[in-house]
């Protein structure tokens, strides 16, 4: 039986599937640039448009996350994000991006992106979940 007059709180946002969607696309853009960096490195100047286009995917993930209310979990998680890439890309300007520090770059870069899916995947399993009832 539901609970005529009850109402529900929602503590974080709904689930976004353009989120989960760009950030499964830049991880495997990340991934993808890493595992060639690692079998062949190469100098910063040959994958500047990698960090550009990180850079607007994630400036675009970040907008979304803002624009939807209850959502600063996921807009912190971006940020956390950002942050990671702005790091990355200063290390291989200096040529600190070699074989040596990749898996450790990918390993902490791939908990990030675990971390927003989780989250995502969370928020999609609880708009699926029956409403709460209560019995008289």
């Given at each position: 039986m539901t609970?005529?007059?009850?109402?529900?709180?929602?503590?974080?946002?709904?689930?976004?599937?353009?989120?989960?969607?760009?950030?499964t696309d830049l991880q495997k853009k990340t991934d993808t640039l890493l595992v060639k960096l690692e079998r062949q490195p190469e100098p910063y100047s040959k994958h500047?448009?990698?960090?550009?286009?990180?850079?607007?995917?994630?400036?675009?993930?970040?907008?979304?996350?803002?624009?939807?209310?209850?959502?600063?979990l996921t807009s912190s998680q971006i940020d956390l994000l950002k942050s990671s890439f702005t790091e990355m890309e200063a290390n291989d300007k200096k040529g600190n991006l070699d074989r040596d520090t990749i898996p450790g770059v990918q390993d902490?870069?791939?908990?990030?992106?675990?971390?927003?899916?989780?989250?995502?995947?969370?928020?999609?399993?609880?708009?699926?979940a029956p409403a709460a009832t209560k019995s008289s």
């Open positions: 609970c005529d007059g009850c109402t529900s709180v929602q503590l974080v946002a709904d689930y976004n599937k353009k989120i989960d969607d760009g950030v500047t448009g990698f960090y550009d286009d990180a850079k607007v995917q994630l400036s675009l993930l970040k907008t979304r996350a803002d624009a939807i209310a209850l959502n600063s902490a870069l791939d908990r990030q992106f675990t971390s927003i899916l989780k989250l995502e995947e969370a928020k999609k399993r609880a708009e699926k």
